[in-house]
């Protein structure tokens, strides 16, 4: 093994800190991934019958208010100007989300200025006033009202969680968002946008400098390569950024993670909906929401025979899974402190990314940790600061 810095997982986090190394401190480092492509979950591919830019792992936009960041992603690709805007369904009508004056004022058929909308969001909000909301149902209401919450936010919950609110724990939300304008973008940050010829072309570019070697379809935990755990440890200080249960053996217990199932389909037609994202907030139709990806690049001239979209479905994830948003039960949070305990303990590996963290993260937040790690920890351990231990 010739390697300065050894990274396992070749996701933006991973990526961050292998340019970095290579670039700012001249250091040989291996990334390896498990998959057959690096960028983790952000990656995309082009679709083959169409050439339509397809985000394999649920769709991805960029967004973000972090200067540093933004600067530093600018260095690897340029950004198209797409503003991204979701709408959702419900009860065959189609309303513009997060919920704003457009979304009242088609749900109850009026004109309502802002302030006679807050007045109103108030007064359907003050039905459980008094009450300390035990479950999500009862916070969803007390937060803005019961109508609005039983058609945009209830079953889509549901579907998200395969769970009926009424018991799941208030705590999973903490707010939900009301606009008195009609403002629909989707995120309120700075910075957003795609990247102009794609994720992938983005993320091989992180990946470009010589010094860093790709191994791909290389999982830590198998023997049999020069990267795997028995190997490396103690050999040259590595960066995981894998699921830190897996690490440990489950030595704790699993920690519970919610994934998704994406349904390709590829249609005959120019155009399905008109726009690239379309929540079902409906009981009665499985899936949480639609991708229709030709409209996420409107500055691309894609064919005009063909478009594909992705049904998403939303379940618990089982082991085999791709974990992709952590639950954070009170027993996940009680395993996690005992995790990054064991963490602390391991000789030499930092532990990073969402998967390291049990974090959801954007990507700009795994991108803006990934660079504070390599501040804080990784340079000041090769130019004679404090080791990593
Ligand atoms: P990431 O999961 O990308 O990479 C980890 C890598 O480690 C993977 O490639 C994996 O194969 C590898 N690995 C794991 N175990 C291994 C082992 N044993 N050996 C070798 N390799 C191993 N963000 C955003 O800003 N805008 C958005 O719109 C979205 N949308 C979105 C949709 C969905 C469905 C999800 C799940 C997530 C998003 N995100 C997002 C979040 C975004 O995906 C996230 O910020 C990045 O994936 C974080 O990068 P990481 O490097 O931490 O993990």
């Known amino acids: 093994m010739n390697a300065d810095l050894v990274i396992v997982g070749s996701g933006l986090f991973g990526l961050t800190i292998a340019e970095q190394a290579a670039t700012e401190l001249g250091l040989k480092v291996a990334i390896i991934d498990r998959r057959h492509h690096i960028g983790g979950n952000a990656y995309s591919k082009f679709e083959e019958n169409t050439g339509i830019e397809v985000h394999q792992y649920g769709a991805h936009l960029f967004h973000t208010s972090n200067e540093r960041v933004w600067e530093y992603v600018n260095r690897f690709t340029e950004f198209t100007n797409y503003v991204h805007r979701v709408y959702t369904r419900h009860n065959d009508i189609v309303y513009p989300m997060p ?16 302030a006679e909308a807050k007045a109103l969001i108030q007064d359907q909000a003050g039905e459980l006033a008094g009450t300390n909301p035990k479950n999500l149902n009862d916070k969803g209401i007390s937060l803005i009202g019961r109508p609005l919450y039983e058609a945009f936010i209830k079953n889509y919950t549901a579907k998200q969680w395969q769970t009926d609110p009424s018991e799941l724990p208030a705590s999973i939300i903490s707010r939900l968002p009301v606009r008195y304008n009609y403002d629909n973008r989707y995120f309120n940050d700075k910075y957003e946008g795609l990247p102009l010829d794609g994720y992938a072309a983005w993320l091989e570019r992180m990946a470009a400098h010589p010094n860093i070697e790709v191994h791909l379809n290389t999982d830590f935990f198998e023997e049999g390569h020069e990267f795997s ?16 249960d897996r690490y440990f053996d489950y030595a ?30 409906d009981a009665n139709v499985p899936y949480t929401r639609i991708h229709e990806f030709r409209h996420f690049h409107p500055e691309r001239t894609y064919t005009k025979d063909a478009t594909v979209i992705h049904r998403e479905f939303s379940r618990f994830a089982e082991h085999g899974d791709e974990p ?51 501040d804080n920890k990784i340079k000041p351990h090769f130019t004679g600061g404090n080791k990593i231990v």
Not at 102 to 110: C, E, K, M, P, R
Not at 258 to 279: A, H, K, Y
Not at 347 to 368: C, E, P, S, T, W
């Open 229 to 244: 755990r028995s190997k490396v440890i103690g050999q040259a200080p590595v960066i995981y950024t894998g699921p830190i």
């Open 252 to 281: 704790e217990g699993d920690l519970s993670w919610r994934t998704i199932d994406l349904e390709e389909e590829i249609l005959p037609i120019e155009d399905f909906q008109g726009t690239s994202v379309m929540n079902y907030a």
């Open 99 to 114: 919920i704003n004056l457009g979304t009242i004022n088609q749900f109850f058929n009026a004109a309502y200025s802002p």
């Open 324 to 374: 992709y948003y952590p639950i954070n039960t009170s027993a996940d949070r009680e395993k996690i402190l005992k995790y990054r305990e064991l963490a602390a303990g391991e000789n030499q590996v930092l532990f990073g990314g969402r998967l390291g963290n049990y974090k959801y993260f954007d990507m700009h937040m795994a991108i803006g940790a990934a660079l504070s790690m390599f």
